[in-house]
């Protein structure tokens, strides 16, 4: 189990929310609606859809928000071909559905992103059936999206690729967005309903009342202090963990922990305008690269994760051989060397297992259990976020007489207009990252902006004043969550931003409130993480 017991002042946001999420500690009478135990999408899906129908809701987190999975997947929101291929047409239906929701109500988050798939000579699946498949994708979506290129189109869309026995290629729609950044701004929606969420609060121990699972011991993990929470319903979002919580109730071992990694290079080193979907060629698993953030991503493996699930995750070299063996194969004239990798990610998928001597047959489809009360999901997708957090409450009804769900189909996120923000002075695609990524408190972002802030940090997409308005409003405790979740720099930049260490704490030092000591044992600490789980093994 983690234990860092921090000797730093607390700040006084979290001397509240600790005090309105324990409400009198041990001796406390008040009850919560609901907690909910995990603070990845699936943890913040729960909390928005609750709070949303009244209940009052908390959220505790062992970590930071997103610190597990859910800041390092491969950020597509997307359907899945490969999901449609194994036949789980619910999970391709319902994705694409949410991938819809999700494109219209959070434009500048989740962004449309074209996906290309080269055919080759003598590969399968053959046009014809690659051309069943895409029909079937759209069909699912209800939106006509694909199209097929002869070769010498195909590589205008796809510079660089391998032209040996290329026939042409496919390209479809789906999105991309920031995963840390989504889980974030359904927080918010949660908290603007009334919801509370605090990081770096671990739940250790269930409490039952005739035993029934009625709250759970929390345990303050920068100060040690620990108290009960009481609720009516308790869910435990815990991902990859789930089966800890289960194990306290009589649940089963159900989850089958696999990592996937990932590769990030500089975009001029790997320029792809749109996501390509490649077929590994020692084992036939697909494989994608996509640009994000302004960069080029590249993922990911799929491996059973036998580390005990507290040490983070990363790639092992075997992974990187894996991934650069198919980058050369497919851009053989781009000569890429393991120098030019920038960082690596890995994370931990909660898969259901079954046994699948294969990790990548294993379904991907969430699952949920009750059981003494206790309600645990784990298991699903990113994209399918909102359909996970109402099966969730679905379950948690039983428990919670005011609960009533049903799928109405309201927003995710709160509309906002650009006017009202008054962000008519920036140009349209700072506009669109600010509402996208902060939603109704863009204008409060922007006009937080010192001069030269609304300038993009160069490399990278993010803007300077992102780095300002996280220090001082997003809840922060150390270096690692501003430059690995709140921004991304960590893993967009050459050793995780080092280069622009001093312009950054200019920014950020008195946003936090650190002195220099803090200061210089987080930029160690997260230096040394850095070498640790993001580097080149
Ligand atoms: C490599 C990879 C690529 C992926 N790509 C995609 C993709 O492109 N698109 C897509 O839709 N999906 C994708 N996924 C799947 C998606 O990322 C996951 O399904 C999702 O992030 C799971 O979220 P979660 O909230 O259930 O788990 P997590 O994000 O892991 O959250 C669980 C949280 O619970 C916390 N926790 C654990 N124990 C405790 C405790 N005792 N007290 C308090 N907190 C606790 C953990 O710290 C953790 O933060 C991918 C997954 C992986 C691994």
New binding site residues.
């Given amino acids: 189990m983690m234990q860092t017991i921090d000797t730093q002042p607390v700040p006084e946001w979290r001397k509240q929310a600790w005090s309105k999420l324990t409400m009198g500690g041990l001796q406390g009478v008040q009850e919560w609606d609901l907690l909910v135990?995990?603070?990845?999408?699936?943890?913040?899906g729960i909390l928005r859809e609750a709070a949303r129908r009244g209940l009052s809701a908390c959220l505790?987190?062992?970590?930071d928000?997103?610190?597990?999975?859910?800041?390092?997947?491969?950020?597509?929101?997307?359907g899945g071909l490969r999901y449609l291929m194994a036949g789980s047409f619910s999970l391709t239906r319902d994705?694409l559905r949410e991938r819809e929701r999700l494109l219209r109500e959070a434009p500048g988050l989740v962004q449309p992103l074209g996906f290309l798939f080269s055919g080759y000579k003598g590969r399968r699946p053959g046009r014809w059936s690659f051309r069943v498949l895409l029909t079937m994708y759209d069909l699912f979506a209800r939106r006509w999206n694909h199209r097929f290129y002869p070769p010498h189109e195909y590589t205008m869309l796809a510079p660089h690729i391998m032209l040996t026995g290329l026939k042409g290629g496919a390209q479809c729609f789906d999105a991309v967005t920031d995963?840390a950044r989504l889980?974030f701004r359904v927080i918010q929606e949660a908290k603007k309903d009334g919801a509370l969420a605090l990081n770096y609060?671990?739940?250790?121990k269930l409490i039952t009342k005739v035993d029934w699972v009625r709250g759970a011991t929390v345990r303050d993990i920068l100060t040690g202090e620990t108290a009960e929470v009481r609720s009516k319903a308790v869910v435990n979002?815990?991902?990859?963990?789930a089966d800890?919580?289960r194990k306290q109730v009589g649940g089963g071992q159900d989850i089958r922990p696999?990592?996937?990694?990932?590769l990030i290079f500089p975009f001029w080193r790997l320029p792809v305008a749109q996501a390509i979907g490649m077929k590994h060629p020692a084992d036939g698993r697909s494989v994608f690269l996509l640009p994000w953030e302004g960069a080029t991503v590249v993922?990911?493996t799929d491996l059973d994760q036998d580390k005990d699930l507290d040490i983070e995750a990363s790639i092992t070299p075997k992974e990187v051989d894996y991934l650069l063996q198919i980058v050369h194969y497919q851009f053989p004239d781009l000569g890429i060397k393991r120098r030019d990798i920038i960082s690596t990610y890995?994370?931990?998928?909660?898969v259901i297992g079954t046994g699948a001597l294969d990790p990548s047959k294993e379904k991907r489809e969430h699952s949920i259990w009750v059981e003494r009360g206790l309600i645990s999901?784990?298991?699903?997708?990113?994209?399918?976020f909102r359909l996970i957090a109402l099966d969730a409450l679905k379950r948690a009804a039983r428990f919670i007489p005011s609960l009533t769900v049903e799928d109405k189909g309201e927003p995710v996120f709160r509309e906002a207009h650009r006017k009202e923000l008054h962000l008519q002075t920036l140009d349209c695609a700072l506009q669109e990252r600010l509402i996208g990524r902060y939603g109704l408190t863009a204008g409060e972002v922007a006009k937080c902006a010192r001069e030269g802030e609304l300038e993009r940090i160069p490399g990278t997409n993010t803007l300077w004043v992102e780095l300002r308005w996280a220090s001082r409003a997003e809840a922060v405790v150390h270096l690692e969550d501003l430059l690995l979740r709140r921004t991304r720099l960590g893993v967009l930049l050459p050793q995780g931003g080092a280069a622009f260490f001093d312009r950054i704490r200019l920014i950020c030092q008195k946003e936090l409130g650190w002195d220099d000591d803090r200061w210089q044992h987080e930029a160690q600490a997260y230096k040394n993480l850095w070498q640790q789980y993001h580097s080149v093994p």
Avoid: C, Y
């Fill in positions: 135990i995990g603070g990845g999408i699936t943890g913040a505790i987190e062992q970590r928000f997103a610190w597990g999975t859910s800041s390092r997947s491969s950020n597509m929101v997307h994705s995963d889980v609060v671990a739940a250790d979002a815990t991902g990859a963990w800890r919580f696999l990592r996937g990694s990932h993922g990911s890995a994370g931990v998928r909660p999901v784990s298991g699903g997708k990113l994209t399918t």
